[in-house]
């Protein structure tokens, strides 16, 4: 696993955790999209993770 991935991965899943923490300090107007941008980060780096198994032995 190439060493940006890897921060990605953590990054994605930090923000995903900073926003389920403080959720109630966001703007409503600010919530839906960061929540709906988060989500697409994480399912990333899921998809990252997963390739990264099936690359590995090659």
Known sequence: MDSSTLI???SAFALGV???LSR???PASLRRG???ASILLILFA????VYSFFT???
């Open 56 to 58: 590995a032995g090659t």
């Open 46 to 49: 899921f998809f990252l993770i």
């Open 18 to 20: 900073i926003l389920i």
């Open 24 to 26: 109630n300090k966001i």
């Open 34 to 36: 960061m929540a709906i």
């Open 8 to 10: 990605f991965i953590i």
